[in-house]
């Protein structure tokens, strides 16, 4: 054994027992830091999370939106583990070049597999490589880059990592050929195309060299690629917070404890309140201890799943580019907010670790035994609340980023209340992160705790504590929507004594009730049903607030004495299948009023429509036209060109997205066309998460941003299918018409049942109603004061 083999031996070995001894104490540490989280039962159905987990692993379903970059990770992803064998190898080959493991080494499938994915391997990190700089913020618009998605992430960390690959895999295409040449030059019949198929022609350059100079190349290449390999361990070990390394280990339990076992996205109802694990029962709340958290004030206040979820992120920011928060220049990026509460929460982890003997001593007694991070972690007066940030510089609303020394918050609040809780960050997460639950936990506590949220939604709470809507208005208004129709609305409890006498309960919605634009929506519904000879009854004044924009803006007390009232009624008179306008109503009662007891078949207008369609029950026979009597304007009406906006509480939240647009491909004569930003990827209107009755004082508008959008496609309409998304790109329009940018008049915003009624109507057959018969609109009485 050569001197040289024994200085790599050494070396090699030494820092191989370092590393793992490092990674070692990094495992505790995680596993102490997840325990301070709060409970969460997230083991049921092993089986079917397995199976979720597997589909997700090695079908990359969620990195599949960006198809190369799926195709190059999931290369890298199976490299890593199977090239595992070639650094085993490799601690053979510093005490004998000529080493192969035993059975498999000169396998010859198991050959053919290692040098494909070394070479595909190196190909798939050089454009992971490329398309990191082809994004780099430098090359980016917006204020220092700021569209790009990798703004804000740690960038030497994701050099670092791909360095360390590239370096992985340039080792292992030297070794193959030197292993062939040593093959050849040592007179063996092992240097064939059948054990070297894509290395054996680079071998041949070093065929001229003798044994001696091929075993010490081999011995040294060997030792680079062992001390590059676990060099990368010992970092990342020295670095609990790097997530973009961490990922590749930790997205496994991530994945495997996502809300869903079947693998659904974690959208759809938030999650209910809990105190030490267990579903916080309402009726009891007096009797919580003083100091029991409602929502999240503290990191430790997360969830375990919380914290591992913040631990996970990549940094890939997927989240970031499709948030429209931060895409209208808002403080608020899902990326920065996870990437803050990792590293405020593996801070702080030490300080809450410690004894309670060291920690009655005070930060100040106990500073030494405590890194400079975790101190500055513990000095922070609280998680959400003022930073001081400049608006321009939106990495100084998050504590790691803007106040390395401490002080004020973890995170402005700002951050948190511009979100509209539209999903799109869940839905892009690779590693199936819950941002929107994280959120909504921060906003509850500083609702229910603090008191402290934007002086606009205490309107909005007082409107829904005193009038169970969020305009104020009386309960005995919510039927001017149905006068003068040519049919009777009947109502539960007047007209119709048990739901058994009708197919449908028609939920209404404050908006589709009080809204003047919405009330379109809901009369066109009633008149589309009733052509159809479906039979329906509302609730009328017995109607309230589903409780939505109170559970999003965090005041869960409000959406609990809403929601449970409404499960009371609909109990009461025996609903079980239920016909909403509303997204918003949509989601809730269909998801989160289970949470309840009330378990419905719920279904949106357009998903009924477009059944009653197929069943020829409609039969739109004409191109929606001028006159139809919806009160749209003759431009409009006679336009032949619609473009359609998913509503996210549709769509997102509820993977409902083609029976609209199956209905507005089947109107005669009308082109459809499609949002560049649509489907899962739609942008939303910027009304979700309680900001319908929030002023947007930070940034551009986003539903001006999406009314754009919709106005580039060459749109003379834009279907939506939730009126809250109608009021939004409504006064997006309207602002685009003010700037000159369109004609009054010439483009419109409807609801898809609108565009349906005025194709349907106009048929004849004995269902086409007179235009003469259509009555405008019931004007909306001022909101109250």
């Not at 990592?161 to 040592?186: D, N, W």
């Not at 504590?465 to 109502?491: I, S, T, Y």
Request: charged residues 20%.
């Amino acid at each position: 054994m050569s001197a040289l083999q024994i200085i790599a031996i050494v070396i090699c070995l030494a820092t191989t027992v370092v590393a793992i001894a490092l990674l070692a104490r990094t495992v505790n540490h995680y596993l102490a830091t997840f325990r301070l989280g709060q409970p969460e039962d997230r083991g049921d159905n092993k089986g079917e999370r397995t199976r979720t987990l597997l589909r997700e692993f090695l079908g990359h379903t969620r990195m599949a939106r960006l198809p190369v970059v799926a195709i190059a990770h999931w290369v890298t992803m199976v490299g890593f583990g199977y090239l595992f064998l070639t650094l085993v190898t490799a601690f053979g080959q510093l005490f004998e070049p000529s080493f192969a493991l035993p059975l498999i080494g000169h396998f010859p499938p198991f050959e053919w597999v290692t040098e494909a994915l070394a070479w595909t391997g190196l190909v798939a990190i050089l454009a992971l490589i490329t398309i990191r700089q082809k994004n780099h913020p430098r090359s980016a618009p917006g204020d220092g880059g700021r569209r790009s998605r990798f703004f804000g992430s740690t960038w030497w960390q994701a050099y670092y990592v791909e360095l360390t690959i590239l370096g992985v895999m340039i080792c292992i295409l030297l070794l193959r050929p030197l292993e062939y040449a040593l093959e050849k030059v040592s007179g063996g019949d092992g240097a064939t195309a059948l054990h070297y198929p894509l290395t054996g022609w680079l071998g041949e350059s070093f065929a001229g060299m003798s044994v001696s100079a091929l075993e010490t190349a081999i011995v040294v290449v060997a030792a680079i690629k062992i001390l590059i390999s676990f060099a990368w361990m010992i970092t990342i070990a020295l670095t609990p917070t790097m997530g973009v390394a961490w990922h590749r280990f930790l997205a496994f339990f991530n994945i495997f404890f996502k809300r869903h076992a079947d693998g659904r996205t974690s959208l759809g109802a938030l999650q209910p309140i809990k105190v030490g694990g267990e579903v916080l029962d309402f009726e009891k709340v007096e009797e919580l201890d003083e100091d029991a958290a409602l929502g999240v004030g503290k990191v430790e206040d997360f969830t375990w799943k919380g914290l591992l979820d913040f631990t996970t992120c990549t940094e890939c920011g997927r989240c970031q580019s499709q948030c429209p928060a931060w895409n209208t220049d808002k403080p608020l990026s899902p990326k920065l907010l996870v990437m803050a509460l990792r590293d405020h929460a593996h801070a702080k982890a030490p300080w809450l670790q410690a004894s309670e003997e060291v920690r009655a001593t005070g930060i100040e007694q106990a500073a030494n035994g405590f890194s400079d991070k975790t101190k500055a972690a513990v000095a922070v007066d609280q998680l959400v609340g003022e930073t001081g940030y400049d608006i321009r510089d939106p990495l100084g609303a998050y504590l790691p980023f803007g106040t390395p020394d401490g002080g004020g918050a973890v995170i402005d609040e700002d951050v948190i209340w511009s979100c509209t809780t539209c999903g799109a960050c869940v839905e892009q997460c690779p590693v199936d992160i819950e941002h929107v639950d994280a959120i909504v936990d921060m906003r509850r506590y500083k609702n229910l705790i603090e008191s402290a949220f934007p002086s606009e939604l205490g309107g909005l709470f007082k409107n829904l504590e005193k009038n169970a809507n969020p305009w104020g208005l009386a309960p005995r208004l919510r039927m001017d929507w149905a006068k003068d129709l040519p049919f009777e609305v009947r109502q539960v409890g007047a007209d119709v004594e048990s739901l058994d006498e009708v197919d449908y309960l028609f939920w209404v919605g404050c908006a589709g009730a009080y809204e003047d634009r919405a009330k379109k929506t809901t009369r066109a519904v009633a008149e589309l049903l009733d052509l159809a000879g479906v039979s329906f009854a509302v609730l009328g004044d017995g109607e309230s607030c589903t409780g939505d924009p109170a559970r999003r803006a965090g005041n869960e007390f409000l959406y609990q004495m809403l929601a449970q009232q409404n499960v009371e009624v609909l109990g009461e008179i025996g609903a079980t299948k239920i016909v909403v306008t509303c997204a918003h109503c949509f989601n809730t009662i269909k998801n989160e009023y289970p949470q309840l007891g009330g378990r419905y078949e719920v279904l949106h207008h357009t998903q009924l429509l477009n059944r009653l369609v197929r069943e020829k029950r409609l039969t739109p026979v004409a191109r929606p036209g001028e006159g139809d009597g919806l009160g749209l304007s003759r431009a409009g009406s006679t336009g032949s060109k619609v473009t359609y906006h998913d509503p996210c509480y549709l769509g997102r939240h509820n993977q409902v997205y083609a029976p609209p647009r199956e209905l507005l491909q089947v109107l005669p004569g009308v082109e459809y066309a499609e949002m560049e930003r649509s489907g899962e990827k739609s942008f939303c209107c910027g009304a979700g998460g309680a900001r319908m009755w929030m002023e947007e004082k930070l940034g551009t508008r986003i539903n001006n941003n999406r009314t754009a959008e919709a106005l580039a496609t060459g749109a003379d309409r834009i279907a939506v299918g939730c009126p809250f998304c109608k009021v939004m790109l409504t006064d997006g329009l309207n602002a685009a018409v003010q700037e000159g940018k369109k004609a009054e008049g010439e483009v419109e915003v409807v609801d898809v049942a609108q565009m349906l009624l005025a194709a349907v109507r106009r048929g004849g057959e004995g269902q086409a109603r007179d235009e003469a018969d259509a009555v405008p609109d019931v004007p909306t009485p001022q909101p109250a004061t």
